[in-house]
């Protein structure tokens, strides 16, 4: 999950902090050394993160671009300029457009903004900006809520007192609701000083960056791993007190299954599985991220020089052609399997069901699934090149079917125009010229586009009418046909208008 850091470098930032030491601080050295503080943690701890830093004032700027080099986002933090007043919506509109000309509107984020809680004076102020929310003007827009999945995390560089007094805290928890609420308001609790400033990005890191390390499990063979991005909590809308669940630090592996078995079911997400080294040494964990901090990460770089449970699946998994049904926690199960990624190098990947007991239809309950040997008789049959997966339903899903989509009108155009090229071709197109038409007129009749019926009948009869003196007498017959079947069924007329009816070709006495 992406971030981006916001760091507020307005005059008001540049206010003294008194301490008790000689030494003077400014409210944007505590920020700064809040960030590095984080910085250094990521580094260490959560290396694959990909982080972008941005300043802003009355303007924005984007000082480092997405990178996994903490170096130089500590470098372009330590030589941050001053500048003008704060405008907060600005800046949101630049974390809007960095983050959706990188990652599009898919991907979720995070955004944290670094601020010392002032609000900002006159136009663009975040007061203002509050205060004409429901009358914007006609060209502009307030960024919030974002077109992509986001965390919002407003880290205040004062404490509750003084955000209270100025009123500010209620309008930095509006702007948070208006983000979706997911995230939160950090204050310093206590004297505004540089170690209430460490606790406060404490709170972040353990919020939001606190590695996901767990115990893989298989049998008597297992192996300490991180899941990267850490797993987040899911809600079951369907349950009467719907409680967040969380992936279990002990991951069961449950059975092996075949890829073609597993089809393509639906995840809500995806992550890697890095092994931990027992040591937890920089140099033996083996993590795979180089100096460089390549992209990706392959297994057997991942492994080090000590033997990993870990590696031993990534392997196993790829050759073979299988992936790993782990449970996640009570009713709720996962896959693991083995990816490559640009650079021909495979990796360690863990795909997350929705919690419940039958997350893939076509398996049936998970629970129930076991070995062949405990199977009265052989469900594969004498020959086991044969998968008895994806089990058929008894009746045939409307999803399973070829279903026709307008989505542009490009597309209905398409349609339109196959049916009249087939329509040139008569009679050697007969049959498909009546498969297109019999597609798009069970399409206009789902969606009641009797309108469309009427203007391809036309088409048709005007394509009779200019059909040339070489063209087959059957051609004529069979348009004036499908554009009185057409008209017909245009009409809501209950035998010419079902959905199941098929136009068929007008029999003749012409032969091709």
Known sequence: MPTVVLVDASLSMTRPVCQDSSEEFQRKNLAVHGLNMLFEHMASNYRLEFTALMAFSSLWELLVPFTRDYNALQDALSGLDDYDKTCVESALNGVNNVVQQEWGSGCPCQVVLVTDGSLGIGKGSLRHSLQTLKHPAEDKKFPLPFPFPAKIFIMCVANTEELNMTGALDKWEELLCLGGGDGEVFTVE????????????????????????????????????????????????????????????DLEIMGFIEIADISSPPVISRHLVLPIAVNKEVDDMGTGVTE??????????????SPNFCVLLHGSLKVEGMVALVQLGPEWFGMLYS????????NLMMSVFEPGPEPLPWLG????????????????????????????????????QNVTVWIKASGLQTDVQKILRNARKLPDKTQTFYKELNRLRKAALAFGFWDLLKRVAELLERECTMLPDSAHPDAAFQLSHAAQQLKLASTGDSQYAAFDHNIVPMHTDFSS
């Open 190 to 249: 206590g004297a505004l000083c540089m170690q209430g400033v460490q606790a406060m990005f404490g709170r972040l890191i353990d919020r939001a960056y606190s590695p996901f390390h767990a115990v893989l499990h298989c049998g008597n063979l297992s192996s300490d791993v991180q899941v990267f991005p850490r797993p987040e909590p899911v809600v079951v809308d369907e349950e009467v007190e719907p409680l967040p669940r969380t992936v279990n630090t």
């Open 365 to 400: 309950k998970s629970a129930h699934l076991g070995p062949i040997s405990e199977a009265a008789e052989n469900p594969y049959g004498e020959d086991d090149s044969k998968s008895p997966f994806p089990l058929q339903p008894p009746v045939k899903r409307s999803y399973a």
């Open 292 to 305: 460089e901090l390549e992209e990706e990460v392959s297994a057997s770089q991942m492994a080090g020089k």
């Open 339 to 346: 990816q490559a990624d640009s650079k021909k190098k495979s």
